[in-house]
């Protein structure tokens, strides 16, 4: 079992940056790949960014060069930065790690952009 915290949701101006991370546990070793998906009321949940255990990357076409999924090896955290946020950005994002075929997830965090 794999479990996963997020954090770093929240409110922010368009334009604005926030920084969301994830915490997993459990066990953690073999994890394929982790990833952020979001989903926005009325829609299906989506990949956003996903980082494989070798550390290659890859990203939405609506986020890429304005999202960034990094590894901190030391704190054993995803983090996902996210710039110049658009009002359609809102949605709640979920972690993902992706572990022999099986995928778990977080409880999802609030993004919301707004003025």
């Known amino acids: 079992q794999v479990q996963l915290v997020e954090s770093g949701g929240g409110l922010v101006q368009p334009g604005g940056s926030l920084r969301l991370s994830c915490a997993p546990s459990?066990?953690?070793?073999?994890?394929?790949?982790m990833a952020w998906y979001r989903q926005s009321p009325g829609k299906q949940r989506e990949l956003v960014a996903r980082?494989?255990?070798?550390?290659?990357?890859n990203y939405a076409d609506s986020v890429k060069g304005r999202f960034t999924i990094s590894r901190d090896i030391a704190k054993n955290t995803i983090n996902l930065q996210m710039n110049s946020l658009k009002p359609e950005d809102t949605a709640v994002y979920y972690c993902?790690?992706?572990?022999?075929?099986?995928?778990?997830w977080g409880q999802g965090t609030q993004v919301t952009v707004s003025s």
């Open positions: 980082i494989t255990s070798g550390g290659s990357s």
């Open positions: 993902n790690a992706f572990k022999y075929g099986i995928n778990y």
């Open positions: 459990g066990s953690i070793f073999s994890i394929n790949a």
